[in-house]
């Protein structure tokens, strides 16, 4: 009976972002079928915000950005809807993944939250190992069901009240606009990690900061096959390897300015 069937669920797209003109404008039009579009933005210099303020469909707020956990727990908090698709800016979502999500959350007996899949482009050319193969993330999910874990302040963790599931299509993640890019992305998710370790009061070594970049790049470019990235494959393991080295710096320059603070103090 037509009075019985399950009502439609409404869905909140999210986004956070920081100067992300060329790859935010295919993120929105991807997510256009969602009923809500809320894009968290850090306060953008490349025209960003002026973009997303004049886009009909989308509602911009600029907060400043603290670590990725605490955006995004700012950024959810803002959605309307209890079920959420969590972006980043840099990700496309297909017209059969949009298909499949619709299902999926109008399915009555839909789990808590689901996993995607991602395939990442290398400009636009796919990136098909380089230890990438097998990732997959947390990116639809219901709010009340769900909130990232303050433990960490990179590569957030989504704590599930429920159950998880996969999602069969990818998601699209355009990875890599350049190289200076790139690099200050990894350069920058290395600092948040170091100030991760230093909360939680680990120590800087010398051994750790030589063999850790080294197994990254061996294990990503040898074992997880970016050799057959061929010069892709090459780049991308060694700006992550670059990461891993900055995170060690970075905890160094945290402990040393410690140590200077607890000194200038000392009676």
């Known amino acids: 009976m037509a009075g019985l069937s399950t009502p439609k669920q409404k869905l909140s797209a999210l986004i956070i972002t920081y100067n992300e003109i060329g790859f935010i404008e295919k993120c929105i039009d991807s997510v256009s079928f969602a009923d809500e579009i809320i894009v968290v933005d850090s306060y953008s210099t490349d025209g960003t915000f002026e973009y997303l303020s004049n886009h009909p469909k989308v509602k911009v707020i600029q907060n400043p950005f603290e670590n990725f956990t605490a955006q995004k727990s700012f950024t959810l908090k803002q959605a309307s809807n209890d079920w959420v698709l969590f972006l980043d800016a840099d990700e496309v979502v297909t017209e059969n993944l949009q298909a499949e999500i619709t299902e999926t959350i109008n399915q009555p007996d839909a789990l808590e939250a689901y996993w995607f899949y991602r395939k990442f482009m290398f400009q636009n050319e796919p990136l098909n190992y380089s230890g990438w193969q097998t990732d997959k993330n947390h990116r639809l999910f219901r709010k009340s069901k769900a909130h990232f874990t303050d433990r960490k302040i990179v590569h957030e963790t989504l704590v599930v009240d429920g159950k998880s599931g996969i999602l069969k299509e990818k998601l699209i993640h355009y990875c890599y606009k350049n190289y200076e890019d790139y690099k200050g992305k990894m350069l920058k998710y290395g600092q948040l990690k170091a100030k991760e370790d230093f909360y939680k009061e680990k120590h800087f070594n010398y051994l750790l900061m030589t063999v850790k970049p080294f197994w990254k790049f061996f294990n990503h470019y040898i074992l997880r096959l970016g050799i057959l990235d061929g010069k ?30 607890y000194y200038l103090v000392m009676p």
């Open 232 to 261: 892709k494959g090459w780049t991308i393991c060694y700006l992550n390897a670059l990461g891993v080295l900055e995170r060690f710096r970075e905890l160094k320059r945290l402990e040393k300015k410690n140590e200077l603070a």
